[in-house]
């Protein structure tokens, strides 16, 4: 199956896409843009917020807000307002490095991990927010963390992408990620995996950075279907719309790709799966 543009605007890293049930909206950002948008499926139109930090990903709140991971930490932007206030700083002390892919865990707590802007890769970890506003490293020796997936409330499937594996970790409610129970290795298909989501049947949908796909594969490994794309560098993919039936794919733009009226925008398809609600940010305690 092939997926076909959702949207025109382009980015040079559109990444980190979520579903706000509640708002009836599709967000995502460009990370290097420095840019949030949203997509009302209501009426098709497109909002965008620019920023003056790059963000690596975001959660959905309540009222048009959404929780940001950004170069100074966590985040909190009013899209209607346009206004940002920090809840959390994360490695203020490091210039060098910025946060990434996140998602928001069983309890409503917003995870994401940071990374190198430059080479060499410098290993770091996962950030977690709880509600009291304490940051908390729950897992190390990352080099560029991305998708994140819980088939359960204690199981979470974590992926780096050099390693070229996905991992199952045991997830406890609280303290750091417990030990790693398996993973799946990916390394034979082309690409290297990125962000990711899970369906209904517990079936990852990952998106291949320089694969031009996406892939479901089952809790085992096996590939269950791909989702081809029309440009080299899918980066994150979530399902999304009313009935949870469509899947969007965020895509970056590659300056020697023959594609270059397309690379970077939004891809959606109807790929015969039902995504699980995203779960939002629950805030802080007593916020």
């Known amino acids: ?18 579903w706000d049930a509640e708002a009836g909206r599709l967000h995502w950002i460009g990370i290097p843009d420095r840019r949030v948008l949203w997509l009302d ?35 909190l932007l ?18 060098e490095r910025r946060m990434n892919d ?9 995870l994401a991990g940071t ?21 908390l490293a729950v897992l190390d020796g990352l080099a560029i963390p991305n998708g994140l997936a819980w088939p359960e409330p204690d199981r979470l499937w974590h992926i780096d992408s050099p390693t070229r594996r996905i991992d199952l970790y045991e997830y406890p409610e609280r303290g750091p ?7 799946l290795d990916v390394s034979h298909l082309p690409g290297v995996p990125d962000g990711m989501t899970l369906d209904t049947d517990g079936n990852l949908w990952v998106a291949f950075w320089d694969g031009s796909a996406v892939h ?17 560098r899918p980066t994150s993919c979530a399902f999304g719309g009313p009935g949870l039936d469509t899947l969007f794919v965020t895509t970056a733009h590659a300056s020697a790709d023959a594609e270059q009226a397309v690379s970077g925008t939004l891809f ?14 629950a805030g802080l305690s007593g916020r």
């Open 1 to 18: 199956m092939r997926a076909e543009p959702a949207d025109p605007t382009r980015l040079t890293l559109g990444e980190g896409v979520s």
């Open 41 to 75: 499926e209501a009426t098709g139109r497109t909002g965008s917020h620019r920023l003056d930090v790059m963000p690596g990903t975001l959660a959905p709140y309540r009222d048009g807000q959404v929780l940001l991971a950004t170069e100074r930490g966590f985040e």
């Open 78 to 95: 009013d899209t209607a307002q346009g206004v940002t206030s920090l809840v959390a700083a994360v490695e203020g002390d490091r210039p």
């Open 102 to 110: 996140g998602k928001c865990d069983p309890y409503g707590r917003v």
């Open 115 to 135: 990374m190198q802007i430059d080479e060499p890769r410098v290993p770091g970890p996962l950030y977690r927010l709880e509600p009291t506003g304490e940051v």
């Open 177 to 183: 990620v417990g030990p790693r129970i398996r993973s």
């Open 216 to 232: 479901c594969l089952s809790p085992a490994g096996r590939v269950l279907a791909t989702v081809e794309l029309p440009v080299r």
């Open 268 to 281: 959606r398809c109807a790929p015969g799966a039902t995504g699980r609600p995203a779960q939002c940010w």
